[in-house]
């Protein structure tokens, strides 16, 4: 028995545990129908969706929080499937925003990992010489990102700035072939 109230992945968890234990939240999708019985009262209508959209919806419903229909996934493999199914401009800056905004954290994490290797030493060297060069690699990408954010969050997007295309060389007449024979 939980003792919190139910999460948004809480409820795509209780969802997809529907089909099988273990199945990766992101590989289900619901299906809903009417039961043939009514289904002419209501047009025999259905719906489908991934389970976590769905799951956001009825967390929403359950708690009376705003549902602006898709919101962007906050976990990276949930992040990476919104990224290969998003099919606007908007969903996909908003994937790429909301990468760029955890890229400071994953900087910090191994920030402390190599703090963390450094007062210790518990790793085997050339692993930790690559938490120590992965920690530096993401905090350079972190801080580089930071205008690619501002760029992605625009109500407009700026305009690439406009440059001359050089002029092709002049065609170089083709030497006729020979005959066959």
């Given at each position: 028995?939980?003792?919190?109230?139910?999460?948004?992945d809480?409820?795509?968890?209780?969802?997809a545990?529907?089909?099988?234990?273990?199945?990766?939240?992101?590989?289900?999708i619901?299906?809903?129908?009417?039961?043939?019985?009514?289904?002419?009262?209501?047009?025999?209508?259905?719906?489908?969706?991934?389970?976590m959209?769905?799951?956001?919806?009825?967390?929403?419903?359950?708690?009376?929080?705003?549902f602006?229909?898709?919101?962007?996934?906050?976990s990276?493999?949930?992040?990476?499937?919104?990224?290969g199914?998003?099919?606007?401009?908007?969903?996909?800056?908003?994937?790429?925003?909301?990468?760029?905004?955890?890229?400071?954290?994953?900087?910090?994490?191994?920030?402390?990992?190599?703090?963390?290797?450094?007062?210790?030493?518990?790793?085997?060297p050339?692993?930790?010489?690559?938490?120590?060069?992965?920690?530096?690699l993401?905090?350079l990408?972190?801080?580089?990102?930071?205008?690619?954010?501002?760029?992605?969050?625009?109500?407009?997007?700026?305009?690439a700035?406009?440059t001359?295309?050089?002029?092709?060389?002049?065609?170089?007449?083709?030497?006729?072939?020979?005959?066959?024979?």
């Amino acid at each position: 028995m939980p003792t919190h109230d139910p999460t948004v992945d809480d409820v795509a968890r209780a969802l997809a545990n529907r089909i099988t234990r273990d199945i990766p939240v992101q590989d289900v999708i619901a299906n809903f129908t009417v039961r043939p019985l009514n289904a002419a009262a209501w047009g025999h209508r259905g719906s489908g969706a991934p389970v976590m959209s769905i799951a956001r919806a009825v967390h929403a419903d359950l708690y009376g929080l705003r549902f602006d229909g898709e919101a962007t996934p906050q976990s990276l493999p949930m992040l990476a499937h919104s990224a290969g199914y998003a099919s606007t401009r908007d969903r996909r800056n908003a994937v790429l925003v909301q990468l760029v905004e955890q890229l400071p954290h994953l900087a910090e994490i191994l920030n402390l990992a190599a703090t963390w290797e450094r007062q210790h030493a518990e790793l085997p060297p050339d692993i930790a010489e690559w938490v120590t060069k992965a920690a530096g690699l993401a905090d350079l990408l972190a801080d580089d990102l930071t205008p690619v954010r501002q760029a992605l969050t625009q109500e407009t997007p700026p305009s690439a700035p406009k440059t001359k295309r050089p002029a092709s060389p002049p065609a170089t007449p083709r030497r006729p072939r020979p005959p066959r024979r």
